[in-house]
């Protein structure tokens, strides 16, 4: 027996071998003898293997892709860029500059001390410069701007966006409605457009073109935020445009557009208390300030109607009191001494009640409303004296451009 087992260990041992260094090197063999096996795992084969792949990193978007349309220009979607194009070149810089004298030292009066320093008159005197903006409204080279940009100036210098820069002559001011108008003589100026600011709505684009500050032409933009806006103090005659785009100093006399580029306003004031803006700035009317630029251009002045009288309100209370039919009134506190008012039998104490038939709210917008009316005409006032109503006709007089003392009330 052993004989014969002899010559088969050695096979086998190889055979052994054999399937070890199979198994070590091929292990594929046995899983697709299990593959063949097992309906299961021989449908797996058929999805292919996942492989690793570069995923794109996540990115996160709106909703609404809004970016795959591209926006159109125009009025209140993207862009004012066209409203500033046509209506940056007519606005200008103005520099004004003029001659001071130099507080001097009581000492250096005197003959002793003028022997070692002198008595220079140059050497008292120094130069003040002050920077605004102006409009350019007429083919003609005048130029309106703010009557304190340019007052008490001995020259004015105007610089243009295509950098031109020219002296300008002063054609006339009213320091009532802090309105000047210059006129430079250059061929071929920009001209803004003029807009009826009667238009004007609130909640309308605004854009305030400039020189703040110095830094050179600014645009700014916000809203109408008001319109209408008097009893603030700054001028006498106040009807004022409220905006929110931001008005700084240097951007007096400078433009106020809308969304089209028309002019509907010339910047003026801000309310600020710090000196900087604080989203609430004025603007004079384009139709306001049309018309001044007329008067002066024409007549040397602005012709206003004028009664010679000052008035004050009357509270509901006090109407309520004094049995008036009227919820409000003025009151006149004062009667200038040949007149209009005066000759007409108005008198200190009256209370106007209306004019022309209009009902007097106030007694800002009253004297606004008298300042329009043509000096010569006739004013039909309804008054009020000693609990009984009356009427009177006043003819219309030229407001004076010089104050005019009132009468004062009898003690």
């Not at 795992?41 to 996160?60: A, D, K």
């Not at 008012?341 to 709210?361: F, H, N, T």
Request: charged content about 20%; hydrophobic content about 40%.
């Amino acid at each position: 027996m052993r004989r014969f087992l002899v010559p088969l260990i050695w096979p086998v041992v190889c055979g052994v071998l054999l399937a070890m260094v199979l198994l070590d090197h091929m292990p594929q063999i046995i899983d697709s003898g299990e593959h063949l096996a097992s309906p299961a795992r021989q449908e797996q084969v058929v999805s292919p293997p996942s492989m690793p792949v570069s995923t794109p990193p996540v990115q996160r978007t709106p909703p609404v892709t809004r970016e795959a349309t591209p926006l159109q220009r125009g009025p209140g979607t993207a862009s004012y860029a066209d409203a500033v194009q046509r209506a940056a070149p007519a606005v200008v810089n103005v520099y004004s500059s003029r001659l001071v004298e130099r507080d001097q030292h009581p000492l250096m009066s005197d003959p002793f001390f003028e022997q070692f320093f002198g008595n220079s008159q140059s050497g008292r005197r120094r130069m003040l410069s002050s920077l605004g903006s102006g409009v350019i409204v007429s083919d003609e080279g005048y130029i309106l701007t703010n009557n304190h940009v340019i007052s008490g100036a001995d020259e004015v210098q105007v610089a243009l966006r295509d950098g031109r820069e020219t002296l300008a002559t002063v054609i006339g001011t009213d320091p009532e409605t802090d309105l000047a108008v210059l006129k430079i003589d250059l061929e071929k100026l920009p001209v803004i457009d003029l807009a009826d600011a009667t238009n004007t709505r609130v909640g309308d684009i605004a854009l305030a073109i400039g020189n703040p500050f110095g830094v050179g032409q600014t645009v700014t933009m916000g809203i109408i935020s008001a319109t209408g806006r008097n009893h603030l103090g700054l001028n006498a005659y106040e009807d004022f445009i409220q905006t929110d785009a931001a008005i700084n100093p240097g951007n007096s006399g400078g433009a106020l557009v809308n969304a089209e580029g028309a002019l509907v306003g010339i910047n003026t004031a801000i309310f600020s208390r710090t000196g900087g803006s604080q989203g609430i700035g004025f603007a004079i009317p384009t139709n306001l300030a049309h018309g001044i630029l007329n008067d002066l251009v024409t007549r040397g002045r602005v012709v206003r109607g004028w009664l010679g009288i000052e008035a004050r309100e009357v509270s509901s209370s006090l109407a309520a009191s004094l049995d008036i039919n009227a919820p409000r009134g003025v009151v006149v506190s004062d009667v200038v001494e040949g007149g209009p008012a005066a000759q007409a039998g108005i008198r200190v104490g009256d209370l106007i009640l209306s004019m022309a038939g209009k009902p007097l709210l106030d007694a800002q917008t009253a004297m606004v409303d008298i300042a329009e009316i043509e000096p010569g005409k006739q004013l039909p006032v309804e008054l009020y004296r000693s609990g009984k109503r009356f009427k009177v006709n006043v003819s219309v007089g030229e407001r004076p451009s010089r104050p005019v003392t009132p009468v004062q009330p009898d003690s």
